[in-house]
């Protein structure tokens, strides 16, 4: 007998097991369009769905962390290569569990909340609209019917199903929600929020220096407002990368300055035996690196970078040399005139001098020919010594 194809009620069929749950436009990446009623050659940012259009800004991206250790300079400035066994698998060390939240409790989830505010409210810190996935999961929450802050039952739910319906939420949390196992199980090692900070206008000093010292106040402030039950935050961004080198460069360079010179001291006081003609070789030898300074900071217009400083340490061998020379052809002399005694010391080692730069500035010359900027520039430090 034929058995009859009896349809199934829609209330009896299985349910599907991704819902389609509305994902806010805002939930969307930022793209950028390159020609967008913008001059050539400027790139425009432009959020979807409303059309809003921000000409000619550039936007850095800073993550609100917890459970991780801020970045700090390493005292030692003689360390040239990392210990990579020393901070193997650290973001699992029992000593960074102190420091981490619960995303998953209504409580912190209303203090996240709150600081992504307090963060769009600060004029400083310029905010991109974009959301967070925190304003994300609020919004998705409202239009699912369920109450902000979030259930602890119903969080990870959630969050595994705006993730599964959303590429952009995905790749977002799975770089800011970290847990012992794979997805959002287990223990939770470190949450972060990040924004689009737009770059700040200044004109003193580097835009890199601007950012961080508005963002390390703006978390100072926060940190203030912290219930005692909750960790510290600290911020985080790949911008701030260029203050911590050049804070650390600027650091070693001295360091590394003033222990040659002292070191210079010693010798020249050494060998000489006269406490004036060295103070007088020290006080040449800073006003001519006053003026080799000037000379490439101001003239060539060369940012300080890893290359000046080590020209600062040329410099120092190099300049010492000439005006050691000098100095000890002058304190051999036993011309009692003072004026034809230094007439006397230039004119015994004015030439080996002379025939001593030309050299050094012939050996140099290859590097003028090079393609990599940083060996040219170590070319032109060289020769300007």
Known sequence: PTVAQVPTPPSLEPAILT???????????????????????????????????????????????????????????????????KRRNEALGGTLNSNYIDPSDPYV????????????????????????????????????????????????????????????????????????NPGIQGEFLFTGITVLSEVPLTTEGSKSEAALRDWTNFTGSINELLPENLPPVNAQS????????????????????FFANGLIVLVILLFMGNLLLTLMVMAS????????????LFVFKIEFGPVESLGVSIFVGLTANYLLHIAHSYHNSNIKERNVKIQRAVFITGSPILWSAISTIGGSMFLFACRTWLLTELGILICTI
């Open 109 to 180: 989830q209303e203090w996240l909340l709150e600081l992504v505010t307090l963060a769009r409210n600060d004029v400083a810190l310029r905010v991109h609209p974009q959301l967070t996935w925190i304003e994300a999961l609020r919004e998705v929450a409202a239009e699912s019917g369920i109450d902000f802050p979030i259930p602890r039952n119903l969080f990870i739910g959630l969050v595994e199903l705006l993730k599964a319906r959303s590429i952009f939420f995905r790749n977002l949390v799975n770089r800011e929600i970290a847990t012992r």
């Open 19 to 85: 819902p389609q749950v509305p994902i806010p436009p805002s939930l969307k990446p930022t793209v950028l369009l390159p020609k967008y009623n913008c001059p050539p050659g400027l790139p425009c940012i432009q959020t979807n769905g409303d059309g809003k259009v921000f000409k000619k800004r550039e936007y850095y991206a800073v993550s609100l962390v917890w459970g991780m250790r801020p970045i700090a300079p390493d005292p030692n400035i003689w360390v040239v290569r990392d210990n990579t066994n």
């Open 285 to 296: 030898l800073i006003l001519i690196l006053l003026c080799f300074g000037g000379l490439i």
């Open 238 to 257: 790949e911008v701030f990368m260029d203050s911590y080198r050049m804070n650390v460069i600027v650091k070693s360079t001295l360091s590394s300055y």
